[in-house]
């Protein structure tokens, strides 16, 4: 199975022989460290969180270590990993929102900014060697997109790297990255599942790592099980009986098993189902069979997380390195209620042609016993499993047990710091780092009490605190701009599901927390609040134009299209001020219009648009420079023959006012003659 990813995994193996000096040497008692990770997993999914999907050797770590019953990501992807790898709240490290949208704010910056150092970064310093396969996304999208890697794992402290930098992936047709290099995205022919390619990169590193010479970290994030619906055909087989049950029955099912196991205690109320989702019994059968799919093809991309830790764990064991290991798992973020597919009617099979998401219908089956999902600071948005192992440093005495005290993801850096005798720095590569908003979970593992304190949330306008019992929520579930008035106060001992706001009982207990959070997200930078919309915000960040090309060609469209012969490039050696875009005209089209470089933004109604640019050429030639319509480009508000001359120079076309809507800025060279432009340090200033 999956030959084409052992390959991959052993090309990059030499690179683990070259190992530095630095660092303890034979029989360092410091442990090994793996960070897993899951990705959209909701809260319940795990056997040994209360799910009926078969996670034997996840609820094997469960049993032989500690569970935590109440421990916080950060509701999304980008943010929850930043705080993950940093232990910084997420504004801090420049990752207040989503790698789609630089901002260009230090809080939101679409990557990890450089006043943040992560675990690798630390472990490399403590003399481990580290390790990183999966999901990254901590990378801004227009640098992905220009092939800039600044912020890859391997510049933030990995030195070994075998995943994808973005945000999600296709199962079967993925397109992975080693270390620095991206590879050919697999086919059909080549066997590939990414869930497994992971697991099998994993094992390979944990082999060939040499524990009598350094400790290893290695962060191990799948992407998995994260939209789209993929996975192989005889997991889902397995699952679509016990799926047949509906989310009503399943959702009392695994309520019970959690009180069983003492996850919570007697007396907790099950949150009821989301009043937007439909009773089973209300289904017809063509709907019941679809959603039996759905989640059948779901429970087999959990069934091949477990799968893929099962090798992990017997690699340790075959290695001897198991006893020794500290194995941290969690996800991050709630269950993911968003839809994806349109295909009613079609069979939803998991294969590689489909793109489909499970619904809320099923993630709020994930999010048992708790309210919502991803995005929110519900319970159901924030909470996650967390489970470590590590024999030789838990009490037999505590195998299964629950940690009951809350913990937030920043303190995976503080444990990792603990457990490393690393030091966090003060300074990194000459800047100045945030303190470090984590605390050590290690006390934890031996039965002791950890001192969180007051812990805040800001993802999307949901606003959160926690502070022992207490929790207050702000939720912001539409775009409309958020009421900062609209308290929810919660008792989280007597009342862990949310469901009896008492903010009209303690208004001045939710006030203070409010006043909490205020000061914090004024310190941390999560002030002015931007607006939610993920459209919204990922268009409006391109009101900040890549012109000086420091992105490469990032977010640039590069069009050509009939018989235009048009080369796009960035020019380091020949450039205007030391790198541009180089457009070479090698064959003349026929009309103008088939060849082009576009950037697409949003404009407001009425708006005022300034442009100005600076180029070089090998002859005197022209170029048409339009802001266009994106849906209509015939719909001008700007259509410019632009003459350039040999000597180069400074073109400013001055301001005029543009329509309102998506719009494009377009530099064309359909009919342009032969010839090379360098173009640079193009302002576009929209009022
Ligand atoms: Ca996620
Ligand atoms: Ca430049």
Redesign the pocket.
């Known amino acids: 199975m999956n030959r084409f990813h052992f390959v991959i995994g052993a090309t990059m193996l030499p690179l683990a022989a070259c190992s530095s000096t630095a660092g303890p040497k034979e029989n360092s008692p410091r442990p090994n460290i793996i960070v897993i990770l899951t990705d959209d997993m909701g809260y319940s999914d795990l056997g040994c969180y209360g799910g009926e999907i078969e996670t034997p050797n996840i609820d094997n770590l469960a049993a032989n270590g500690l569970r935590w019953s109440q421990f916080y990501n950060n509701a999304r992807s980008c943010p929850s990993r930043a705080v993950l790898m940093t232990g910084l709240y997420p504004h801090q490290a420049g990752m207040g929102w989503m790698a789609c949208a630089d901002e260009q704010t230090p809080a939101y910056h679409a990557g990890l900014n450089d006043r943040c150092v992560t675990i690798g970064e630390v472990l490399t310093d403590a003399g481990y060697e580290t390790y990183m396969v999966g999901k990254w996304h901590l990378c801004s999208e227009r640098q992905c997109d220009g092939a800039v890697l600044e912020t890859w794992p391997v510049q933030r402290g990995f030195r070994h790297f075998y995943g994808i930098p973005e945000g999600a992936s296709h199962y079967f047709h993925a397109r992975m990255v080693s270390g620095e290099t991206r590879l050919p995205v697999t086919k059909d022919e080549d066997n590939f599942y990414i869930t497994d390619a992971l697991a099998d990169s994993a094992a390979a590193y944990v082999r060939r790592h040499d524990y009598a010479d350094k400790p290893l970290f290695m962060y191990y994030a799948f992407n998995a099980p994260h939209w789209p619906l993929h996975a192989h055909p005889e997991d889902i087989q397995r699952y679509r009986e016990r799926y047949e049950a509906g989310w009503d029955v399943l959702r009392e099912q695994r309520f019970a098993k959690q009180i069983a196991m003492g996850l919570f205690p007697e007396g907790t109320e099950l949150s009821p189902r989301d009043a937007t989702v439909p009773a089973w019994d209300s289904l017809t059968d063509e709907q019941r069979h679809e959603f039996v799919n759905r989640m059948a093809i779901y429970a087999a991309q959990v069934d091949a997380i477990d799968k893929g830790i099962g090798k992990l764990v017997q690699a340790l064991k075959e290695t001897g390195q198991f006893d020794n290991t500290v194995i941290m798992m969690m996800d991050d973020n709630g269950a993911c209620a968003e839809s994806l597919g349109n295909r009613h009617g079609d069979e939803i099979d998991g294969s590689a042609a489909t793109y489909e998401s499970y619904r809320k219908n099923w993630a709020n089956l994930s999010s048992t016993p708790y309210r919502e999902y991803k995005h929110y600071t519900t319970e159901g948005g924030i909470a996650t499993p967390l489970i470590v192992s590590w024999p030789n440093g838990i009490r037999r005495k505590d195998y299964g047990t629950f940690v009951r005290e809350y913990g937030y993801f920043a303190d995976i850096m503080a444990t990792c710091v603990d457990l490393a005798g690393a030091t966090y720095p003060e300074t990194y590569k000459g800047q100045s780092i945030h303190p470090l908003e984590g605390v050590s979970l290690v006390p934890n593992f031996k039965g002791k009490h950890v001192e969180r304190g007051m812990t805040f949330w800001e993802p999307e306008i949901n606003i959160a605190v926690r502070d022992g019992k207490w929790k207050l929520n702000i939720l912001n579930h539409e775009m409309a701009e958020p009421d900062l008035t609209r308290f929810e106060l919660y008792d989280m001992e007597k009342d862990p599901t949310e469901l009896h706001n008492l903010a009209d009982l303690y208004p001045e207990r939710a006030q203070s927390l409010f006043n909490a959070w205020e000061n914090w997200a004024e310190r941390v930078g999560a002030y002015p609040l931007s607006n939610k919309g993920y459209g919204f915000r990922a268009q409006t960040a391109r009101r900040y134009i890549n012109g000086?090309?420091?992105d490469n060609l990032g977010h640039w469209i590069k069009y050509s299209e009939g018989n235009a012969d048009v080369v796009y490039s960035i020019d380091t050696a020949n450039?205007?001020?030391?790198?541009?875009a180089l457009v070479e005209i090698r064959k003349q089209g026929s009309r103008p219009g088939e060849a082009a470089m576009q950037w697409k933004f949003p404009a407001r109604e009425s708006t005022a648009m300034k442009l100005s640019f600076s180029y070089k050429t090998d002859r005197d030639t022209y170029v048409w420079v339009r802001v266009e319509n994106q849906n209509n480009p015939a719909r001008k508000s700007l259509d410019r023959k632009v003459m350039l001359s040999k000597d180069g120079g400074r073109i400013d076309l001055g301001e005029f006012p543009i329509l309102g809507g998506p719009k494009q800025l377009c530099f064309y060279f359909g009919d342009t003659p032969e010839s090379k432009i360098w173009l640079?340090?193009i302002r576009m200033e929209l009022n």
């Open positions: 000086d090309f420091n450039a205007i001020d030391g790198k541009s640079d340090e």
